[in-house]
């Protein structure tokens, strides 16, 4: 099929930064095609919303759940957007012992621990620890926290970006959901950019990017239905790292860019995606919730599944299930039914009842794999050593032809929502400044 001829910029991916990037964009005035593989939008968005009329019952967040403290891009959006956030309480309780204990301020303990690092090598955490040879119950914790925040194993984080993000978090800084889920805000996204400037392609995979510098960009795009060529002026590429670091391996190319990304290929060397088992359940009213600890999130020291949170569902309630790094990844080696009776085991074990009695207030299990999903491959970034100021790199632009957003290409905001939002801002800008 011949080229179709396009004055639009090319972007391929429709999460929160190919949305922001398209928003941008057609403020200034320029066109733009968006191209997305999966049949919606919203990327590492994945949220169930409750049945109309179903009062009290919250969405169900497979993927992304929280705004992480003073996250301005999307505070400012979720205000443009006219979707409230809901404030949560940010305190932690541990199971340890046989029963829960309030585990403080762990953000001022993780930058604390971490502080030492702030002077030193970009190793790795295992190193670091290694080399600090401290308290025992700090490296617990820090492994804890590493694995579980970050899902990265310790001996390949890079401990200098860890050490980053906890100095720039408190305990005061405020915790939100959007009401309605992420998914309700991707929503009112699309709906602010102008129709008339906008083609959105669903279920259309860019399966290869020819550019020239200058802007010439030409996309070939497979819908399922036939292959089509799509030129552009500019493209916005803003697939996950996981995805980005397969395309530059000509052996598992996920999108093939021709001339090859060369310079792309050290600061993909120095990230990586996070694994993740998150499993959110739903449960009817039972007594032994009274058991649970008051906070929104609990832990179990040395189990399985290190992290739980909690929420009220209509008359019930719903708990998530948390595991990141190399616990997620012995947990993908269960089915459905062992990961079911590890978390009915845990439960029962801080409530003293049997498992039987945990899923006999079961309702449902909702999951959803990441890593295994094509378009995703992980479920965030994390920095390796010496990758600290890797986002930098990846988020130059090529030859003013090929641009660059994603969680992974924001400094004050990797690896969250709000670096998604605030590099499509960043991309679109780049775009512009060129007129």
Request: overall charge negative.
């Amino acid at each position: 099929m011949s080229a179709k001829t396009e004055r639009r910029v090319g972007i391929v991916g429709a999460g929160m930064a190919g949305l922001m990037a398209a928003y941008r964009l057609t403020r200034a005035g320029k066109p733009v095609i968006v191209f997305e593989g999966r049949d919606a939008i919203g990327g590492r968005i994945k949220t169930i919303a409750p049945a109309s009329g179903k009062n009290g019952l919250r969405p169900i967040e497979l993927g992304a759940e929280f705004v992480h403290g003073a996250a301005q891009p999307t505070l400012s959006l979720a205000e443009s957007a006219g979707i409230p956030l809901e404030r949560i309480t940010d305190l932690h309780s541990l199971y340890s012992g046989g029963k829960f204990r309030d585990m403080g301020d762990i953000w001022g303990r993780l930058a604390q621990v971490l502080e030492p690092a702030n002077n030193g090598p970009d190793e790795s955490v295992a190193d670091f620890l290694k080399r600090r040879a401290g308290d025992e119950a700090d490296a617990a914790f820090l492994r804890t926290m590493v694995e579980g925040f970050d899902a990265a194993p310790l001996d390949d984080a890079g401990v200098l970006s860890i050490a980053e993000e906890a100095a720039g978090t408190t305990r005061d800084a405020a915790q939100f959901r959007p009401a309605g889920g992420y998914g309700a805000l991707a929503g009112r996204l699309l709906a602010m950019i102008e129709p008339s400037l906008l083609r959105l392609h669903l279920e259309s995979t860019v399966e290869e990017i020819e550019w020239k510098a200058g802007g010439d960009c030409r996309l070939r795009v497979s819908d399922g239905g036939g292959t089509q060529t799509v030129q552009t002026r500019h493209c916005v590429v803003t697939v996950p790292v996981g995805v980005l670091d397969a395309s530059t391996d000509s052996g598992a190319a996920t999108i093939r860019f021709s001339p090859k990304l060369t310079t792309l290929a050290r600061p993909l060397s120095l990230l990586a995606m996070g694994h993740v088992v998150k499993a959110v359940l739903s449960f009817r009213d039972a007594p032994w919730m009274e058991r649970l600890p008051k906070t929104d999130f609990f832990h179990f020291a040395d189990a399985p599944f290190p992290t739980f949170w909690q929420a009220p569902h209509g008359s019930g309630r719903l708990l998530t299930a948390w595991a990141g790094g190399p616990k997620a990844k012995l947990l993908d080696l269960l089915g459905p039914r062992d990961l079911l009776d590890q978390i009915s085991t845990q439960l029962g074990e801080c409530c003293d009842v049997a498992p039987v009695e945990i899923r006999e207030a079961l309702l449902r299990v909702h999951q959803h794999d990441f890593t295994r999903d094509p378009f995703a491959m992980g479920a965030y970034p994390y920095a390796r050593p010496g990758g600290a100021g890797a986002w930098a790199e990846l988020a130059e632009p090529i030859e003013n032809a090929l641009f660059f957003a994603g969680d992974a290409t924001s400094e004050a905001h990797f690896g969250t929502v709000t670096g998604a939002v605030a590099s499509g801002v960043r991309a679109a800008e780049q775009i512009i400044a060129l007129s």
